[in-house]
């Protein structure tokens, strides 16, 4: 066959393939309500003609711009969707050709941008569901299985960002500041905030030999607590740093089983708060949002070797020819940010991560009065909570002793 056939045979085969006609569209919400904080979520699935004539369904993910004061403030300050539409666009398009480039069959570790329009704050994308991609239990957490799958994950993500650093297609000038270690009205909002409602919890249904841990918590000033928070990611400029995924927890990672229920493939989604940073901050913002805690207690250490691993052989694989982390690097580096994952994971990220309840954390009213409302602190009462946090509030409070030794 020659040139001339092949290339005839190849466009008639993509066109018949491709979409010619939608016959008939329904729109639902993709997630239920409490699922998701900054966007509305819907899915749309039609009934579509192709290119030969034969009628099949099709679905997409249309995610829009969620609207009210305290969200308006959010986007206004992070431009939230201008941002992921940038990292679908350029970073995650450079690393398909990076990928081909070096011949990385493991496949992409995000689903395809289909349109993203401006002036709506609108973003078509892949329907993963479609393709068998489900997320985790929120309220249930990882196992092992699921957790090792993120961690060499995420350590390919990072060497790829790496990568397109050197090579100047990626610039951390063009990212803000993490928002939960840097910027003051977020950390008192969400972080403060959720300690404050975690004090008030205990306080209310946990009992009198958790009354000396609720007063330590209590007594940390605001300027003390934030202080100590942005210390946890003011990395001097030998550490190695690289672009983050910002928001790497259970609704922002989609799996694909095998048919045991194993899982062998996985997407991150939600690319709105990118950051440069020590990579160690989206790994401590998963192990402690995602993973079932005792998972967790149990395979810290073999779980941070475990990405460790991944990065260096990632950095390998991609041709990275920079100076990369030892173990040891990323161990201090997960040890100095151990307060802020603990005190992330205890106070605001258990009305998001361990309730069923609907409505526990409520974004627009948090950002609006300060972390003074918008928690429910029902949730630090519910079975099983207790369990799951109270190792690191003693944890956090030992911590705070030392401090004033």
């Not at 289909?114 to 993963?128: F, G, K, V």
Request: aromatic share 10%.
């Amino acid at each position: 066959m020659n040139k001339v056939t092949l290339e005839r045979v190849l466009k008639w085969s993509s066109n018949n393939s491709k979409l010619k006609r939608i016959i008939e569209m329904k729109t639902e919400s993709a997630l239920p309500k409490g699922e998701n904080y900054t966007s509305t979520i819907l899915r749309v699935t039609l009934k579509v003609v192709l290119g030969n004539g034969r009628i099949t369904n099709r679905s997409f993910i249309i995610k829009k711009e969620n609207v009210g004061e305290g969200m308006n403030q959010l986007n206004s300050d992070f431009k939230l969707f201008n941002t992921e539409a940038s990292v679908y666009t350029n970073i995650l398009r450079e690393m398909d050709y990076l990928m081909e480039e070096f011949g990385d069959t493991e496949g992409p570790l995000w689903c395809e941008l289909i349109h993203y329009n401006q002036s709506d704050s609108t973003i078509i994308l892949e329907d993963l569901k479609a393709s068998g991609f489900a997320t985790v239990k929120r309220t249930e957490g990882q196992d092992l299985d699921h957790a090792r799958l993120v961690l060499r994950s995420l350590g390919r993500y990072h060497a790829m960002a790496k990568v397109l650093e050197n090579r100047g297609l990626l610039s951390k000038d063009d990212y803000k500041p993490y928002l939960f270690l840097n910027n003051e009205v977020y950390i008192r909002n969400l972080i403060y905030g959720g300690k404050q409602a975690l004090v008030k919890g205990m306080r209310a249904a946990w009992g009198e030999e958790w009354l000396e841990y609720a007063d330590k918590l209590s007594q940390i000033s605001f300027e003390e607590y934030s202080k100590r928070i942005k210390n946890c990611g003011n990395f001097d400029e030998a550490t190695f740093k690289c672009l983050n995924h910002g928001d790497c927890w259970n609704n922002n990672i989609l799996f694909q089983h095998d048919w045991e229920g194993r899982p062998i493939a996985l997407r991150f989604v939600d690319f709105q708060i990118p950051h440069y940073n020590s990579p160690c901050v989206d790994v401590t913002y998963f192990m402690y949002t995602s993973i079932k805690p005792h998972v967790r207690r149990q395979n810290y250490t073999s779980l941070v070797e475990f990405y460790h691993k991944s990065l260096t052989c990632s950095l390998d694989r991609f041709g990275y020819k920079g100076p990369k982390p030892s173990l040891e690097d990323i161990n201090n580096a997960m040890e100095r940010l151990c307060f802020f994952g603990m005190s992330f994971f205890t106070g605001c990220s258990p009305p998001g991560t361990l309730t069923e309840r609907t409505g526990a954390l409520d974004l627009d009213l948090i950002i609006k009065t300060d972390g003074e409302e918008g928690i429910d602190i029902r949730v630090y009462s519910e079975e099983g909570v207790m369990e799951k946090i109270g190792e690191e509030i003693k944890r956090i409070v030992k911590l705070q002793d030392s401090w004033s030794r």
